[in-house]
């Protein structure tokens, strides 16, 4: 069997995936755990890794193939040349592990040693403190024999 993307309606993932599933289709739609702060609340939301697409392994003489199009929620399937667009078993399986990796390790916790890896503080070890929105964080650096708290962006930061 094969993965197939199909491109769902906005707004209507997990629609698509109720129906698909419904029909005995085995689906694969990747989701994570995003942060938002919205009005001032930080709030945990369950968000698609691939926003408005998902998988499903089918075989090419599957009778299923007519069905896609007119289930409820789907779009349309992912062609080029008007042949479905096949994905690899192991793509599929580094995506599957790469959410695993991300759900064991949650992200950077408060006392996490760090290194910063660009702007004015590049190199220097630091310890994470805090998230400070969405692309800033708040690290702890010793600087002149003293424990110094800094914003810095996301990206700067290595661990």
Same mark, same amino acid.
């Given at each position: 069997?094969?993965?197939?993307?199909?491109?769902?309606?906005?707004?209507?993932?997990?629609?698509?995936?109720?129906?698909?599933?419904?029909?005995?289709?085995?689906?694969?739609?990747?989701?994570? +755990?995003?942060?938002?702060? *919205?009005? =001032?609340?930080?709030?945990?939301?369950? /968000?698609?890794? #691939?926003? &408005?697409?998902?998988? @499903?392994?089918?075989?090419?003489?599957?009778?299923?193939?007519?069905?896609?199009?007119?289930?409820?929620?789907?779009?349309?399937?992912?062609?080029?040349?008007?042949?479905?667009?096949?994905?690899?078993?192991?793509?599929?399986?580094?995506?599957?592990?790469?959410?695993?990796?991300?759900? +064991?390790?949650?992200?950077? *916790?408060? =006392?996490?040693?760090?290194?910063?890896? /660009?702007?004015? #503080?590049? &190199?220097?070890?630091? @310890?994470?403190?805090?998230?400070?929105?969405?692309?800033?964080?708040?690290?702890?650096?010793?600087?002149?024999?003293?424990?110094?708290?800094?914003?810095?962006?996301?990206?700067?930061?290595?661990?």
């Amino acid at each position: 069997m094969t993965w197939y993307a199909l491109q769902h309606k906005p707004a209507q993932g997990d629609r698509a995936l109720a129906h698909l599933q419904n029909q005995e289709m085995t689906c694969f739609y990747p989701k994570i +755990q995003v942060e938002k702060i *919205k009005a =001032g609340k930080r709030s945990i939301k369950l /968000e698609p890794l #691939f926003p &408005g697409y998902l998988f @499903v392994q089918l075989e090419q003489t599957d009778p299923c193939w007519a069905k896609l199009r007119s289930t409820r929620g789907v779009l349309r399937v992912v062609s080029f040349a008007n042949k479905p667009a096949a994905i690899s078993d192991e793509v599929i399986q580094q995506v599957k592990q790469g959410l695993d990796t991300v759900q +064991q390790h949650g992200g950077l *916790k408060p =006392g996490e040693a760090v290194q910063l890896s /660009e702007g004015p #503080f590049e &190199g220097i070890n630091a @310890v994470f403190q805090a998230y400070d929105g969405e692309e800033r964080a708040i690290v702890l650096i010793s600087f002149m024999q003293k424990q110094q708290s800094v914003k810095v962006s996301v990206s700067a930061i290595r661990h």
